[in-house]
């Protein structure tokens, strides 16, 4: 939201505060300063003393101007729109006007098809001041000419303001928080919650609710108004905070929204069909909106509408044939309360935001909307003329406003850790516009935000300011407790992979039901995803039941800008949903490499592409030692393998693992084999060992005997590797596989059959074997392993 700084001088005196300071100021107090935007130097009021044509271009004129300095200044202009006698803005030389796209260009003396031109008369968007213009700015003619711009305009506080605080979304709001800060007076009103206007309740066929989604509606009719421009101050307020003045009608709106934070609406009367009817939409009904768009509307919608038709979407937008025009003689001024959630969601789910829908969906203050509409009939009686009904027609109830909190002062001392005195807090919160009634505060209407002692506690610790309260180190020792324990886990495991070459990334918890084919682990668990009820939209209807799904969708966004190898991991949790409609949450650990397995300069020609054995090194090194990869049927993965840790019953299952279809892979923009695995990482901390074992090097030489056989075609590696880890021989140190050898043709080796080569190391811990030891230990394991598979040695 955008807070001119002269606007809010109406309301509190800080002529003796810096930009710099106003901005400490709101921050330390809990409102984010996201930028401030100020006029630049060398841009004045000039005065338009003389326009002729140019002499060698048709669309540009030469122009006497009065810029301050008693000698006429020539400027070569272009627009068309101004007289002479106007007042314009003028860029001097060495004013740096912005140019968007983050450039500047700075003003100089120059020619222009040969006729000099000594600066530029400006546009409102050229400096910054409208986001769209046509034609130069035609200032006040009060103006002096010489007068520098940013004493008319001056600074900008561009403010983010949190949910919770919707009071502050007005001049008037956040001035009563700079006033409290800075401890100096108000001026003027601080509220709007009182009426003069006597009000009357609504008559049959004037205002009727039909919808719990409005408690509160108010309707003030004005006859014989005169449509026209604003007067020059409120065309300065709404231009300082980039909005473009319209008429004085509908800037009269805009202005009253601005100031109090409380949205209406000025409906031409006689495009009115009857009374007002507040209702939800009807199935299938349209509504043609100010901004020009015709927009479906649905039953959970809430419109204003007449007698024959919605006229306005409550609380977000009126409607274009029944909003104000020149030719408007009678208007009907709505002051409303809705409820904010309705709000929220039809602007939501029509993509439909203005500054109406933004404050209401964060909830106005319902006790002020009779007072605000007097104020704006009161200006609108002043610059359009008519005359207003006596009455203000009511329909529904505001409420009672916030109910009254209780505080002690001793527990306020304590929370802060402050001895603040007894007459510092009551004069913080009095400040703020609370009220004490003994034992009790009584909150004002527009702090909803205020409902319990802690929160008047809060108040306190940020008015008396933080630096003002002591710093003390409360810690005490607490045991590490599981989510500490989860945490280190997790921090070693990302260590560990940053270190392999890994980059994590972060994904969003929604994905597409697209994006679901790319969930290998899903299904084959017996699980199904979860379904958004209300989803924001179809890239983002379900929650994510796995880690690959994002991880495919990064690697693709990494190729298409010309990344295409690639390792990344992500932890993170994910969604599923049992058979029996049980929704279940893990974390899980996702892994995912493609492309070379070592950077194209470490080796001659074109490196090797990543394959299964790369992915099985990574996770044996994240994992404990007793890994394995099992083969399994009806995954969507090529090679899909169940990762374990453990061995027979005691086995733990922690994840799967394997090569996406390259169809697949080709969709996304991935030529190179893509190798994921994705983890439980509950059960893979289950199966880590909380003590960490050393073994003494080995002080007696080992020996080796490498063994060659043929087995069947169809041997899995890994039943053989299990032989090997679960045979009972204390000679037999290790077994590795060095060689496979098949033979496709026949010629040197039958089609259905491979080579297998292993390197097997015995050794005795307390001695040097002798060879007789380790041929007979070798004989009975060869023994053993024919016995096992029925292979024949080479």
């Known amino acids: 939201m955008n807070v001119s700084l002269k606007w809010l001088g109406d309301h509190v005196d800080f002529s003796e505060y810096s930009i710099q300071q106003l901005d400490e100021l709101l921050t330390f107090a809990g409102i984010e300063v996201e930028g401030i935007e100020s006029l630049p130097d060398h841009l004045v009021v000039a005065q338009v003393l003389s326009s002729e044509k140019h002499p060698d271009a048709e669309k540009l004129s030469v122009c006497q101007v009065d810029d301050g300095s008693g000698k006429p200044r020539q400027i070569v202009c272009g627009a068309k729109n101004y007289q002479v006698g106007d007042k314009v803005p003028l860029a001097l030389p060495g004013c740096v006007l912005d140019a968007g796209g983050g450039k500047t260009f700075e003003i100089k003396e120059g020619k222009l098809r040969g006729v000099d031109s000594l600066g530029m008369m400006c546009s409102a968007k050229e400096i910054g001041l409208a986001a769209d213009a046509d034609g130069l700015m035609i200032l006040s003619p009060d103006l002096k000419p010489g007068t520098p711009l940013s004493e008319i305009y001056p600074a900008v506080f561009e403010l983010e303001i949190t949910p919770n605080r919707p009071d502050c979304l007005s001049h008037l709001g956040v001035a009563r928080e700079l006033a409290a800060l800075a401890k100096k007076p108000l001026r003027g009103r601080s509220y709007y919650g009182e009426s003069e206007t006597p009000s009357r309740v609504a008559e049959s066929g004037e205002v009727r609710l039909e919808s719990d989604d409005c408690p509160y509606y108010t309707a003030r009719i004005v006859r014989g108004v005169k449509v026209t421009d604003s007067p020059a101050w409120l065309k300065q307020k709404l231009e300082s905070i980039g909005l473009r003045p319209i008429n004085n009608l509908v800037d009269i709106t805009n ?44 039953t959970g919608d809430l419109v204003i509408a007449d007698g024959s038709r919605a006229v306005a979407i409550g609380g977000v937008m009126g409607g274009e044939d029944s909003g104000v025009t020149d030719a408007t003689v009678d208007v009907l001024l709505e002051a409303a309360y809705f409820a904010p959630s309705a709000i929220r969601r039809t602007a939501r789910r029509l993509g439909l935001h203005s500054d109406s829908s933004y ?123 599981k989510a500490d324990e989860g945490y280190d886990f997790l921090r070693s495991l990302q260590d560990r992979l940053a270190s392999l070459g890994f980059y994590e990334a972060r994904n969003l918890k929604l994905i597409s039901g697209a994006q679901l084919e790319d969930d290998f682990a899903t299904n084959h668990r017996g699980m199904s995803p979860v379904r958004l009820k209300n989803p924001l939209n179809d890239e983002q209807d379900y929650l994510r039941p796995g880690l690959v799904p994002g991880l495919l969708a990064s690697a693709s966004r990494n190729v298409r800008f010309g990344r295409s190898d690639l390792r990344l991991f992500e932890a993170g949790r994910v969604f599923v949903s049992t058979p029996k409609g049980e929704e279940l ?10 492309g070379a397995r070592v950077p194209r300069n470490w080796t001659e020609g074109k490196p090797r592409a990543l394959d299964l054995h790369d992915l099985r090194g990574v996770l044996e090194a994240i994992c404990p030692p007793d890994l394995k990869f099992v083969p399994v049927s009806g995954a969507k993965l090529l090679c899909a393998c169940s990762v374990e840790i453990g061995s027979g019953k005691k086995a733990i299952k922690i994840g799967m693992a394997g090569i996406i279809p390259p ?107 002798e060879a007789q030891e380790v041929e007979a230990a070798h004989s ?15």
């Open 780 to 794: 009975k394991l060869l023994d053993s392993l024919k016995r096992a598979f029925h292979v024949e040695f080479r």
């Open 585 to 594: 949450e893990h974390e899980h650990l996702a892994l995912l490499m493609t």
């Open 359 to 481: 404050r209401f969906e964060r909830g106005v203050d319902p006790l002020q909307v009779a007072g605000v509409s007097e104020f704006a009939v009161r200006l609108i009686l002043e610059l359009a003329g008519g005359e207003a009904d006596e009455n203000l027609i009511v329909a529904g109830c505001p409420g009672e406003g916030p109910k009254p909190v209780s505080l002690d002062n001793d527990y306020c001392r304590r929370v802060i850790g402050a001895e603040i005195p007894d007459a510092s807090i009551d004069g913080i919160l009095s400040s703020l516009g609370l009220e004490k009634a003994g034992g009790l505060w009584k909150v004002p209407s527009y702090r909803l935000d205020l409902e319990r002692p802690i929160d008047l506690v809060e108040e306190v610790a940020r008015v008396h300011g933080l630096e003002g309260i002591p710093s003390v180190v409360a810690g005490t020792f607490s045991p590490a407790s």
């Open 663 to 769: 169809a697949r892979a080709r969709e996304l923009d991935l030529d190179a084999p893509v190798l994921v695995a994705e983890l439980n990482l509950k059960k893979l901390m289950s199966t880590r060992a909380n003590d960490i074992t050393h073994a003494d090097l080995p002080k007696f030489p080992g020996s080796s005997r490498d063994v060659a056989m043929l087995a069947p075609g169809d041997l899995p590696a890994g039943e053989v590797a299990a032989f090997f880890e679960s045979y009972e021989e204390p000679l037999l140190v290790s077994a590795e596989l060095f060689d496979i050898f098949t033979d496709p043709t026949g010629a040197k080796l039958a089609p259905d059959q491979k080579s297998l080569a292993y390197s097997l190391l015995y050794r005795a811990p307390e001695r040097t074997l």
């Open 255 to 298: 202005y009253v929204l601005m100031e109090t934070g409380q949205p209406l609406h000025a409906f031409d009367l006689a495009k009115l069909d009857g009374g007002i009817v507040v209702r939800q939409a009807a199935e299938g009904e349209t509504f043609l909106a100010l901004d020009g768009k015709e927009y479906d509307l649905e």
